[in-house]
């Protein structure tokens, strides 16, 4: 099994080559404005939301979702279960526009850091009422993230783990360091150097019955078991 902390050189050469180009516009991406090579990925950004047909719990969501398969190795829950390859997720993707105007609306990273965190954990109660309503088909077994930024996810209840290393692997954690560029406070900026070089791509996920514990409206009893009644699947 390859490391998957491990990262080759040509991945750290791609991602110099494509933000050292970024750099060569005299006008610096950020705040949702995307700058000479940067709007390559914005538009694929686009593209693939499309695809994805991603849905909002409500329009001002720092997060979107979408019911898909898991495509990655099986996913070991707290309770001794597994979710596995195959079996349906809601995959969480963060809403960009939400995020960039936020960024330009707040003084300072702390405050941005503070705002993600409480605004998610309020995306993750009102996607649990969704499945305690029925309204995410029953046989959703985990919410599920591939992210760079999932070593700050355990203290929202994910269990976490780095990205398996595939050949896909380099070119999505590129990908989502120019959503950081695109889209956040600093541009590339905030991509120089060691804090870049930190930033790995890896899972973050919890299993229904636990999401719905942390996260479900407290006169609800039965947890995933009554949501999948009320489906009727």
Do not use: C
């Not at 349906?88 to 405050?111: F, K, Y």
């Amino acid at each position: 099994m390859p490391d998957p902390s491990y990262r080759p050189r040509w991945e750290t050469w791609l991602d110099n080559i494509v933000f050292a180009i970024g750099r060569l516009e005299l006008q610096r991406s950020g705040y949702g404005h995307a700058r000479g090579l940067m709007r390559v990925f914005w538009l694929v950004e686009r593209v693939l939301a499309r695809l994805a047909n991603l849905q909002q719990v409500r329009p001002d969501a720092v997060m979107r979702y979408q019911i898909a398969t898991l495509h990655t190795d099986d996913l070991p829950l707290s309770d001794g279960r597994w979710v596995r390859r195959g079996q349906r997720v809601m995959v969480l993707h963060w809403n960009n526009g939400t995020i960039a105007r936020s960024a330009a609306s707040l003084p300072d990273t702390h405050a941005m850091t503070w705002y993600l965190i409480r605004t998610s954990i309020r995306d993750f109660r009102d996607a649990a009422a969704l499945v305690q309503a029925g309204k995410i088909p029953a046989d959703v077994q985990a919410v599920w993230a591939e992210t760079i930024i999932y070593k700050a996810l355990p203290r929202l209840g994910f269990s976490i783990r780095p990205a398996p290393r595939t050949l896909r692997t380099p070119f999505a954690r590129l990908f989502q360091l120019t959503m950081v560029a695109i889209y956040g406070r600093d541009g590339l900026a905030r991509l120089e150097g060691a804090h870049q070089r930190h930033l790995e791509l890896g899972e973050a996920w919890m299993g229904m019955d636990e999401f719905l514990r942390r996260y479900g409206s407290r006169p609800e009893k039965g947890g995933a078991g009554q949501a999948k009644a009320k489906t009727g699947e």
